[in-house]
């Protein structure tokens, strides 16, 4: 396991305080002066990275340019040895004592405040696992009772759907409450209305950097070759169309409308220190999901939520990315095991990451058993999410005193459309 280097300090000044440290340098892509430029974020600023290619700051890594394009798809596509070489040059550039630090650094430091934040990839598709143990567990039972809670085929591979990623939307976009079909409980006949059961899901995402060709899987140990870094992920879900919809087939309307991302990619150069041994898989998987060292991360995740009447987000759950049951690198391999092409800039979902005590489930559906208990948040109770509402999630790993953040996903809900 590869170990953080704690002495590496930036000239950018208080950044080694922040969840931006020279030992992270997420990417993102930022509007400034009416333009799309690509970045990394150090402390509370960005390292403008448009503009150090442009003035050929990268030639001896970079074959051609790819930070002119306004997303981040086109250094994604270089693959796995370009992202490194350029990782340890970018950290050369923002240590102490470098010339950039003599350098006019408005043109190429940029403070977070000043600009807007994009989508920083097009997203090619979307696929969603279901893939932490204690989620599926509680949903199951709380559904199906806890002797029938996992479906038998839950053991033996990482169930997952095709979602939309048209509706992938960046951190500080709202969405409006979604409308579907719904049959209540006292009636033979489904109503259309708004949904009533609102509902965030904490997760984490990946993209792909580099694909593969159809018909040619990637293996658990090739992964990391292919994944260029993590975001935090809500994708959100209204329960009751999806109760109603999702047999045979599973979720569809349900699901379709929103999916908020968190908006600076952590690459796994910067992950690295931060594995750790997942969860025990028993039965043992077949062959192909196997691996041969540790491919979870120890990574801390929060959401909190604030309404029109608080002063202030109000915590309501927590939990951790290793209690994912499938890690990312049987995730992709199973994805593609059938030979499946996966293309640069397809994100994959975690599914919702909750903990094993009931303050760390990561969706009101389980924090409130289907909205059979009410929680308090604050003065307040909630059982599903009021229009209004502000759910912010978080997420950072931490050692020896060095913090890598993801920043936050932060929407607020709209009332339905009419």
């Known amino acids: 396991m590869h170990v953080i280097d704690t002495s590496l300090r930036s000239f950018v000044e208080g950044s080694e305080n922040t969840e931006f440290p020279i030992q992270n340098l997420p990417y993102g892509v930022f509007?400034?002066?009416?333009?799309?430029?690509?970045?990394?974020?150090?402390?509370?600023?960005?390292?403008?990275?448009?503009?150090?290619?442009?003035?050929?700051?990268?030639?001896?890594?970079?074959?051609?340019?790819?930070?002119?394009?306004?997303?981040?798809?086109?250094?994604?596509?270089?693959?796995?040895?370009?992202?490194?070489?350029?990782?340890?040059?970018?950290?050369?550039?923002?240590?102490?004592?470098?010339?950039?630090?003599?350098?006019?650094?408005?043109?190429?430091?940029?403070?977070?405040?000043?600009?807007?934040?994009?989508?920083?990839?097009?997203v090619a598709e979307f696929t969603d696992f279901y893939s932490a143990y204690y989620h599926a567990f509680n949903v199951g039972s709380i559904i199906r009772g806890p002797e029938n809670a996992l479906m038998p085929n839950w053991k033996h591979l990482p169930v997952a759907y095709h979602?939309?990623?048209?509706?992938?939307?960046?951190?500080?976009?709202?969405?409006?409450?979604?409308?579907?079909?719904?049959?209540?409980?006292?009636?033979?006949?489904?109503?259309?209305?708004?949904?009533?059961?609102?509902?965030?899901?904490?997760?984490?995402?990946?993209?792909?950097?580099?694909?593969?060709?159809?018909?040619?899987?990637?293996?658990?140990?090739?992964?990391?070759?292919?994944?260029?870094?993590?975001v935090l992920v809500n994708d959100w879900s209204a329960r009751d169309v999806q109760v109603w919809e999702y047999r045979p087939l599973g979720p569809f309307l349900a699901k379709n409308f929103a999916t908020s991302i968190s908006p600076w990619v952590v690459t796994l150069d910067a992950l690295?220190?931060?594995?750790?041994?997942?969860?025990?898989?028993?039965?043992?998987?077949?062959?192909?999901?196997?691996?041969?060292r540790h491919q979870a991360y120890d990574i801390e995740l929060e959401v909190h939520l604030q309404s029109e009447s608080m002063d202030m987000p109000q915590q309501i759950t927590w939990s951790n990315a290793k209690n994912l049951y499938w890690n990312i690198s049987q995730q992709l391999a199973h994805h593609t095991i059938t030979g499946c092409n996966t293309r640069t800039g397809d994100l994959m979902g975690s599914g919702t990451i909750s903990g094993q005590?009931?303050?760390?489930?990561?969706?009101?559906?389980?924090?409130?058993?289907?909205?059979?208990?009410?929680?308090?948040?604050?003065?307040?109770?909630?059982?599903?999410?009021?229009?209004?509402?502000?759910?912010i999630m978080r997420g950072y790993a931490e050692k020896d005193g060095i913090k890598i953040g993801f920043g936050e996903v932060r929407t607020k809900i709209l009332p339905v459309i009419s």
């Not at 051609?64 to 550039?93: H, Q, Y």
């Not at 931060?274 to 077949?286: A, C, H, I, Y």
């Not at 009410?374 to 502000?390: A, K, M, N, V």
Request: proline share 5%; net charge negative; hydrophobic share 35%.
């Open 31 to 122: 509007r400034y002066q009416s333009s799309r430029h690509i970045g990394v974020a150090i402390g509370d600023y960005i390292l403008n990275l448009t503009n150090l290619e442009a003035d050929g700051y990268f030639d001896e890594i970079l074959e051609s340019k790819v930070f002119d394009t306004g997303s981040l798809n086109a250094f994604m596509a270089t693959g796995r040895e370009i992202w490194t070489k350029l990782r340890v040059l970018l950290a050369k550039l923002l240590a102490k004592g470098s010339d950039l630090a003599d350098t006019s650094q408005p043109k190429y430091l940029v403070k977070q405040s000043d600009v807007e934040m994009v989508l920083p990839v097009d």
């Open 163 to 230: 979602g939309r990623s048209s509706s992938v939307i960046l951190s500080g976009e709202s969405i409006h409450r979604p409308r579907g079909q719904i049959k209540p409980a006292d009636s033979d006949d489904p109503v259309f209305s708004a949904t009533k059961r609102l509902d965030f899901e904490l997760e984490m995402g990946f993209f792909i950097g580099t694909g593969n060709k159809m018909g040619h899987p990637i293996s658990t140990g090739e992964a990391d070759s292919h994944i260029f870094g993590m």
């Open 272 to 292: 690295e220190p931060f594995r750790t041994k997942g969860m025990d898989q028993d039965p043992e998987p077949l062959p192909y999901l196997q691996f041969d």
């Open 357 to 391: 005590e009931m303050n760390t489930r990561g969706c009101l559906l389980e924090l409130t058993e289907l909205g059979r208990n009410p929680i308090s948040i604050g003065e307040e109770t909630r059982t599903f999410l009021h229009d209004g509402d502000t759910v």
